[in-house]
């Protein structure tokens, strides 16, 4: 289970506090007492997806089918200091995201690590 603090709930609202999206997915996130894989899947649920995996399983693999994109140099020193604002602008332009998972997936990418969650992309480029 990866575990979202309040503290650092509030650091996201204040950084993402132009979107609406990512702001309704940090109350829920912050309604699941920070368990950012049970939000998730709310989420996923609430836009229609049907996620046949445990919880924690199926956020790993959303964040790993988006890690092209997410691994992208531009970001990266962003999410190394838990900044998603960027990234976030950045999704946003692309309609194949559910916008309103990008949120509880780029705080997982953070909390597993950019460059940790970047190394197979890395040694396969």
């Not at 997915?25 to 709310?42: F, S």
Request: charged content about 25%; hydrophobic content about 40%.
């Amino acid at each position: 289970m990866t575990t979202v603090t309040s503290k650092e709930i509030a650091q996201f609202r204040s950084q993402l506090s132009e979107y609406p999206l990512a702001l309704q997915a940090l109350d829920i996130i912050e309604d699941c007492e920070g368990d950012l894989e049970d939000a998730a899947m709310t989420l996923a649920i609430r836009v229609g997806q049907q996620p046949e995996r445990a919880n924690s399983e199926w956020l790993d693999t959303l964040a790993k089918n988006w890690r092209a994109i997410i691994c992208q140099q531009d970001f990266r020193s962003a999410l190394q200091n838990s900044s998603i604002k960027e990234m976030m602008e950045h999704i946003k332009a692309m309609p194949v995201f559910p916008s309103i998972l990008a949120t509880p997936v780029l705080i997982y990418v953070i909390k597993q690590g950019i460059d940790n969650f970047c190394e197979p992309f890395d040694s396969v480029k």
